[in-house]
């Protein structure tokens, strides 16, 4: 299983990023995906998770009606679009697959929002 993060950089605040994560080694349409975060000294908290056929997706209330989480089965990509971001969005954000009772994590990529 490999997960690779890409889409992270450095924005303002308000602006717009698109993070993508790029699954292989499983049947990656099977699977829930999700997106976390971990800030400087806190814990990783979740911010977005998708079903895998239904589609069927759930935030964290921090991201609630800026954050999009969406997949691609034929690419096999998750992929996480970031609007309206905030200071307080700053962080590493990991991808992460949930195979049976194993979780299969990404190396991350930092998004960092400051004017």
């Known amino acids: 299983v490999q997960l690779v993060e890409s889409g992270g950089g450095l924005v303002q605040p308000g602006e717009s990023l698109r993070l993508s994560c790029a699954a292989s080694?499983?049947?990656?349409?099977?699977?829930?995906m999700s997106w976390y975060r971990q800030a400087p000294g806190k814990e990783r908290e979740l911010v977005a998770v998708i079903i895998n056929a239904v589609g069927a997706t759930n935030y964290g209330d921090s991201v609630k009606g800026r954050f999009t989480i969406s997949r691609d089965n034929t690419k096999s990509t998750v992929y996480l679009q970031m609007n309206s971001l905030k200071p307080e969005d700053t962080a590493v954000y990991y991808c992460k697959a949930a195979i049976g009772d194993r979780s299969y994590w990404g190396q991350g990529t930092q998004v960092t929002v400051s004017s």
């Open positions: 080694g499983f049947t990656f349409s099977r699977y829930i």
